[in-house]
């Protein structure tokens, strides 16, 4: 399978991302390769490619000798939330409402960073049909002038996380959950797979699976380019029995380190690769899932997990063929633009091993490297690399504009709890010069003692929200790359997670309202007046008390249409009088105007208000007594109905007046 260096994406909580440098041709900068004596070839310093796979397994083997000890792999980089990022343009949307047209149908679609770049969701339509992952599958309905109605549905016993559509083609994707990565030490990922459903949905009455792929490691994300169909997964060694400790005591552990060693020095190609399993139709096939010759490790040691990139084209074989690429790296994130790929990799360091006082150094020190690939030809060529200190929140945190690449991240956040210094953000200016990314500006200082909880960049000026009791709205000023300075700040109670442009010179934030002791109130929905960088302002502000939404960890349960914001939330409270566990859920539907918000209407899915959670007050409704089914998950707008998306079923409303049509359940 022929090699697309485009590297993934994993990182525990927060590591970073980078967007295109746009102003040098391709291959400008390009480094040189020297070919070494051990059969691997050094590219640029950085990363090393390997001849054979005889030199790739030297490699595996050699630097898991290293690090293996009494109890596996245990020890190593720390688990958290894996962030892919993936774009295939250089411009950020520009927030608009992103309706669409297609046939006779005006809808809304999932809330993407990138516009034309469509993101795995749990939900997606063509305007006529309504695909969902809920109720433990797939669930197939079609818009009718009553409402929905369920046509098919598809029962799995696995969970999928995530789904992309492509005209009549639904592919479904996500992890089969295992408990042998914790059993075999791989820090619980060992054992995992992922499985990739290619399903044929021309027929919402019969949708059949064409092609089933699996394959070891976990499953990160995906984004859908046109037909081209791109997975990122990661994954760690696998059949390694690594022996434990005999009872306690040094000896013991000595011996089960002595023995694990010799296990790895035993190993093969198929313990470190991925395996996969492909079945089409009525044939089976199987293998590795990517070449030797594919897989690159940067001389920077990044841990002895592997990170792919799947490339499938939905117009052709769809998942039955695959181009790849892999870099061996614990941790790692990616963006890329058309002509450039950039690849984010962190260190890797045995936190279990380390004293506390060398543990916290090593925390205050941390910091990204990022590598730039020319990938515009056939053969991906290394440009040059970059360093940017600490960690990014999420794939917001970056951005490239006018040949500048801008990031945003934090020290050393207050989840590290190892920090010896104070916790501080910054936004770092890069630009490709002399085969190097290089630092032409930044301006830190950004929240001392606060982590960053939201970044948006639009144009030459970044926002840069910090949050530890008060909330802090920055306004960068990158105009000048060179000088990128805090041209305005506002600080107000709570926090914005999740920021959206609305207009020119306003902001959208969905977050906490909060008091001044940091305590979180509720659900806030914020309207910001940034037409003045040097002096941001609050407009007015809208909240449901004690709620949380979803929008603030997941900027795709959001979604604006048609000038009007719909934030989903949950809320459970005590009820005094009556002794009794309320259940609230719906859609805040905020209208956006120029100056202010109106809260037009609380959305809910089955009850004009909250719930008491008895089983006798569902049973009288005809729902089944189980609030999580109730939760709202997604919005849709087609033409001029609103489909709530829960657990366990649609609710239909006008846009008129937000009156419930009909709520189905699955």
Request: a negative charge; hydrophobic letters at 40%; glycine letters at 12%.
């Amino acid at each position: 399978m022929k090699r697309y260096l485009a590297l993934l994406a994993v990182l525990a909580i927060a590591v970073a991302a980078c967007t295109g440098i746009t102003t040098s041709t391709p291959g400008e900068g390009t480094v040189g390769r020297q070919t070494q004596g051990d059969g691997t070839v050094l590219v640029g310093g950085y990363f090393q490619e390997f001849t054979s796979c005889d030199a790739l397994l030297d490699y595996y083997v050699t630097e898991a000798v290293k690090i293996v000890g009494p109890w596996g792999f245990g020890g190593g980089w720390f688990g958290g939330p894996v962030i892919f990022e993936d774009v295939a343009a250089s411009e950020s949307a520009s927030g608009a409402d992103g309706a669409r047209a297609q046939g006779s149908a005006n809808y809304s679609n999932t809330n993407v960073q990138v516009e034309g770049v469509d993101e795995g969701d749990i939900v997606k339509t063509d305007g006529n049909r309504i695909f969902t992952l809920a109720d433990t599958g797939l669930q197939v309905a079609v818009v009718t002038a009553d409402g929905v109605e369920f046509t098919d549905s598809l029962r799995l016993d696995w969970w999928p996380q995530s789904m992309l559509l492509h005209e009549d083609t639904l592919v479904l994707m996500g992890v089969v959950w295992s408990d042998t990565g914790y059993r075999y030490g791989g820090g619980g990922y060992g054992g995992n797979t992922t499985k990739i459903l290619e399903v044929d949905v021309s027929d919402p009455s019969n949708v059949t699976v064409l092609r089933t792929l699996e394959f070891d490691g976990s499953y990160v994300s995906a984004r859908l380019v046109g037909s081209e169909l791109r997975v990122a997964v990661n994954s760690s060694p696998v059949g390694l029995a690594f022996e434990q400790p005999l009872g306690s005591g040094l000896r013991a552990e000595r011996d089960a380190t002595e023995a694990n060693i010799a296990v790895i020095k035993a190993s093969d190609l198929d313990n470190w690769l991925p395996y996969y399993i492909l079945k089409d139709g009525s044939t089976e096939t199987e293998g590795r899932l990517l070449d030797c010759t594919g897989v690159m490790a940067p001389t920077t040691f990044s841990g002895v997990d592997t990170l792919s990139l799947l490339t499938f084209d939905l117009n052709g074989q769809g998942v039955a063929s695959w181009d790849s690429a892999g870099v061996v790296a614990t941790g790692a994130t990616m963006y890329a633009n058309e002509d450039r790929t950039y690849l984010a990799t962190a260190r890797w360091q045995n936190w279990a091993i380390l004293a506390e006082d060398d543990a916290r150094s090593e925390a205050d020190e941390f910091s990204t490297d990022i590598h730039l690939f020319d990938s515009s030809g056939s053969t991906p060529t290394y440009v040059g690399s970059g360093t940017v200190p600490g960690f990014l929140l999420n794939q917001f945190a970056m951005d490239e504009f006018d040949g500048h690449l801008r990031v945003a991240s934090t020290t050393t956040p207050n989840w590290w709890g190892w920090s010896t210094t104070d916790s501080q953000s910054q936004v770092s200016v890069f630009e490709l010069t002399g085969g190097d990314l290089n630092e032409v500006g930044s301006v830190d200082g950004l929240g001392k003692n606060e982590q960053i909880y939201s970044v948006r960049f639009m144009g030459d000026t970044g926002y840069v929200v910090t949050f530890r009791q008060t909330d802090p709205l920055y306004v960068v000023d990158l105009s000048d790359p060179t000088k990128p300075t805090v041209s305005g700040e506002l600080k107000i109670p709570g926090y914005s997670a999740y920021l959206h442009p609305v207009g020119e010179g306003r902001l959208l934030g969905v977050g906490q309202a909060g008091n001044e002791e940091g305590q979180t109130q509720g659900t806030q929905v914020s309207l910001f007046d940034v037409s003045d960088p040097a002096n941001p302002k609050l407009l007015d502000t809208v909240m449901v008390e004690n709620a949380w939404s979803a929008v603030e960890s997941d900027h795709l349960a959001f979604t604006l249409t048609n000038g009007v914001a719909y934030v989903p939330f949950e809320s459970w409270l005590w009820d005094e009088k009556t002794e009794k566990e309320t259940f609230d859920t719906g859609v805040m539907a905020v209208t956006v105007n120029p100056d202010e918000l109106d809260l037009s209407s609380i959305l809910r899915p089955v009850a004009d208000g909250p719930i008491d959670w008895s089983e006798e007050t569902f049973e009288e409704s005809g729902i089944a007594p189980d609030p999580w089914r109730m939760g709202t998950r997604r919005t849709i707008r087609i033409d001029d109905r609103l489909y709530l998306i829960t657990n366990g079923g649609i609710a239909v409303f006008d846009v008129e007046g937000f009156e419930r049509v009909v709520y189905t359940q699955f």
